[in-house]
């Protein structure tokens, strides 16, 4: 479990093939700042662009680790297959404040930004994301974006998807990779998990009462 709180900026610097078919994954080679690594063991648990990951090796000497990834990952995710920087998070400790909000680590789909440009100190972020993902997105609703939890500020659906609005404090810019987005760039997204099992529990609810309506009718027929 995360928090979308990020606590590291790394940079893929290797990629390595684990096979010679489509079916097979990578191998990524990370570099991290100093003394990132001086609390993570062999089998942690690290969020990379928002997708949970496990260290396969680290070498606190070099600042690097490893992780492999399968081919069913990197379908379903982006940003994991080229070098360049990327937003880290070591999964949440019992202990730990929850500063941001619930994130499991598991990428719901991938959006594109339509619009990245600066309005007064801040930024802002526009973002489309597919038609699916449109009736969990709410005004001052949270997201994730490439790991980094967010405050949806503008919601607005449109037949090619759902476009949302988020605000960048000049803190997250300078403390996360988003500052390297552009119009155009793909993104990692993860719903909020609370409206996952709203959703859930509403469909329940109207299936059940479905039922119960086909139920009373078959006894009046």
Not at 32 to 50: C, E, K, M
Not at 98 to 108: A, E, F, K, M, Q
Not at 164 to 177: G, K, R, W
Not at 211 to 217: E, H, N, P, R
């Amino acid at each position: 479990m995360f928090t979308g709180i990020i606590t590291g900026v790394g940079r893929i610097a290797a990629l390595h093939d684990l096979g010679s078919s489509l079916s097979h994954g990578k191998r990524l080679t990370l570099e991290v700042p100093a003394g990132y690594l001086d609390d993570v063991g062999l089998g942690d648990s690290i969020a990379i662009n928002g997708a949970c990951m496990t260290v396969t090796s680290f070498d606190v000497a070099t600042h690097q680790f490893t992780i492999d990834i399968s081919a069913e990952s990197l379908d379903k995710t982006c940003g994991l297959d080229k070098l360049g920087k990327v937003n880290l998070e070591k999964a949440l400790r019992a202990h730990d404040r929850l500063g941001g909000h619930i994130v499991s680590g598991h990428v719901d789909g991938i959006g594109h930004v339509t619009h990245f440009a600066q309005v007064g100190e801040s930024w802002e972020l526009r973002i489309q994301a597919p038609a699916g993902m449109g009736k969990y997105l709410a005004y001052k609703g949270s997201i994730t974006i490439n790991g980094v939890s967010l405050t949806v500020n503008k919601v607005e659906d449109l037949s090619a998807g759902c476009e949302f609005s988020i605000n960048l404090i000049p803190h997250t810019i300078e403390n996360t990779a988003l500052g390297t987005l552009q119009k155009g760039s793909p993104v990692n997204l993860e719903i909020d998990l609370i409206a996952r099992y709203v959703e859930r529990m509403l469909n329940n609810e109207a299936s059940a009462n479905s039922a119960s309506s086909a139920l009373q009718l078959g006894k009046h027929s």
